[in-house]
């Protein structure tokens, strides 16, 4: 990899280095209020996550566990992002079946439920959609709750909303580039 570095508008950076509700964060930004649409909900056996998700979820068991697909839409059913969510049992059992209609960790705070979350990836990824290769921004973070539970969610960003910034660099960049952790400057590849 080459040592030179691009750096995204701000924008994306608030977003993806934000340890905080990025609902919150999607709301402030198209100045409406969001609404999911689940695509899919159900359970899942553990043998059919990846690693990633297992390893983060800290899933020992074969006990199936609640996945969820998921966008968070404007009034207009506009796709601000796209939502991969896996929540283990111990968050599941606390938290009874999910409401549908409202974001996951928005549920959490209505609960009154503690909460945290770590960051496991970010990224830039092709947008579904596109009838042009279009690169978008997403990250990966676990919600730690009170009690012991943990959701991983993958969020994935409209880039008509949450542009990745002006830089030529940013549009030479290949699809499927992942950057683990902090601070938010994605390498060139060589």
Not at 54 to 66: G, I, M, S
Request: glycine share 6%; aromatic share 4%; charged share 20%.
């Amino acid at each position: 990899m080459n040592r030179q570095t691009v750096q995204l508008g701000p924008t994306v950076r608030m977003l993806l280095a934000c340890d905080g509700s990025t609902t919150v964060l999607l709301e402030a930004l198209t100045g409406e209020t969001l609404f999911v649409r689940v695509d899919a909900q159900g359970e899942t056996s553990p043998e059919f996550l990846s690693d990633t998700i297992r390893n983060a979820l800290a899933l020992d068991t074969d006990a199936p566990v609640l996945e969820r697909r998921s966008c968070l839409v404007t009034s207009e059913d506009e796709v601000v992002s796209v939502n991969h969510l896996v929540t283990d049992n111990i968050t599941r059992r606390r938290m009874g079946s999910p409401d549908t209609s409202i974001p996951f960790g928005m549920q959490l705070r209505q609960q009154r439920i503690p909460q945290y979350r770590a960051q496991v990836s970010s990224g830039l990824a092709p947008w579904r959609g596109s009838d042009e290769p279009t690169l978008s921004a997403f990250k990966s973070y676990i919600i730690h709750d009170a009690d012991g539970g943990r959701t991983y969610v993958h969020e994935h960003f409209n880039p008509r909303l949450v542009q990745l910034g002006d830089d030529a660099a940013l549009r030479a960049l290949p699809a499927g580039l992942v950057h683990e952790g902090l601070p938010i400057r994605i390498p060139l590849p060589s």
